[in-house]
């Protein structure tokens, strides 16, 4: 089991509409308040995303809270009904390559703007679950004291990581729009109160051939 990995993109320079990337060997800050941006890689080995299986027995949302309920003031648990009910850790401060190989935990993405939750998995581990969720789905994040947030999946994206003129992309598999991994990252771990999940899409043997994104809106 491979440590997972990050790709190393960006220098950017971002406004409220406006984009430019620069692609550099290294990751580097971009010029946002000492903001980084990242994109998390994750690698999965040889698992294959079709036909994974929900967890066969399942605890209630109430159960679960129970269990990941330590007093801690930050995200400890991730429950979708009847599929999901996984633990979830945090990077180590500073750490943005760490994504945990513990099948039974999620990992929080820290490089995210306030109120946007990104939480990472592999997926040949707690992520191959991830492909079983669909738009109109309940999502439930719990803390360490007991308090539950509900979000609702309104979309899920899936990309192809492609290489233009030597500068890594990701074309939309759907639209096939293709964009840079500044305005990627912009999308799914900037902006409004939201939560994202992602893991990689693995096809043709390539184990990180692709990314796919779950979008989901707090419900009020």
């Not at 430019?20 to 990242?38: H, I, M, R």
């Not at 007093?71 to 750490?95: C, H, M, W």
């Not at 184990?207 to 707090?218: D, M, N, T, V």
Request: charged letters at 15%.
């Amino acid at each position: 089991m491979r440590r997972s990995l990050i790709f190393t993109l960006v220098m950017t320079i971002f406004w409220w509409i406006g984009v430019t990337v620069f692609s550099l060997p290294q990751p580097v800050s971009a010029d946002s308040g000492g903001f980084q941006v990242f994109l998390p890689l994750l690698t999965n080995g040889s698992f294959n995303n079709a036909n994974s299986e929900p967890e066969a027995s399942f605890p209630s949302l109430t159960q679960f809270a129970d269990t990941v309920k330590n007093g801690e003031n930050r995200i400890t648990g991730l429950y979708v009904e009847k599929l999901l009910a996984k633990p979830v850790v945090p990077q180590p401060s500073g750490d943005y390559e760490f994504i945990s190989n513990d099948a039974d935990a999620i990992t929080q993405f820290m490089l995210t703007t306030p109120g946007v939750v990104g939480l990472l998995a592999h997926n040949h581990l707690a992520g191959k679950l991830f492909f079983e969720i669909k738009p109109g789905m309940r999502v439930f994040l719990l803390d360490g004291k007991g308090k539950t947030t509900e979000y609702q999946v309104i979309e899920i994206y899936s990309y192809q990581l492609v290489n233009i003129d030597g500068v890594e992309k990701y074309q939309d598999l759907e639209t096939a729009d293709i964009i840079g991994t500044a305005q990627l990252f912009a999308k799914f771990y900037m902006g409004e109160k939201h939560l994202t999940l992602q893991t990689c899409i693995s096809r043709d043997g390539n184990p990180s051939w692709g990314r796919l994104f779950i979008y989901a809106i707090p419900v009020n």
